[in-house]
């Protein structure tokens, strides 16, 4: 897995800091830690996608295409970016005041 070109770590950064920030995984929400120096796939984002997007999105599920792996992830890097600023993804759940559009 090659992490070095920028641009790429730059949107990994991107989609961390957001989804950290908009509470999209309620266990941190208030406790948001800053973002770290260097992210990776296995340690920062892999988490976040298992934990918050691939139970839809993974074969034989309601989500159009998998985000199991680091390639399916870097190749929905933009949108995952725009999906998750606009709060469009994770689905709202009425559980989660502060998910969802506004
Ligand atoms: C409850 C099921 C579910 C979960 C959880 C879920 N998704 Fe989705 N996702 C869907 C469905 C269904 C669609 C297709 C419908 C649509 O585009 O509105 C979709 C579409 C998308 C799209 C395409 C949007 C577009 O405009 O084409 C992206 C990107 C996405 N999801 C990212 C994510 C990310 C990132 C997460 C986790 C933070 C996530 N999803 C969690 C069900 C889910």
Redesign the pocket.
Known sequence: MNLTKPSFARSLFV?AFV?AAHG?FNANAGNVKPPPSSVTFTEHIAP??FN??????RPG?????P?LTYAD?RK?GK??Q???ERR????W?PLAPRAGPR
């Open positions: 989609i989804l999209a976040i996608v918050h997007c691939a139970s839809c999105h599920e309601i989500g159009p295409f985000l992830t929905k949108l995952i725009q999906v998750s469009t993804m994770p689905p759940h």
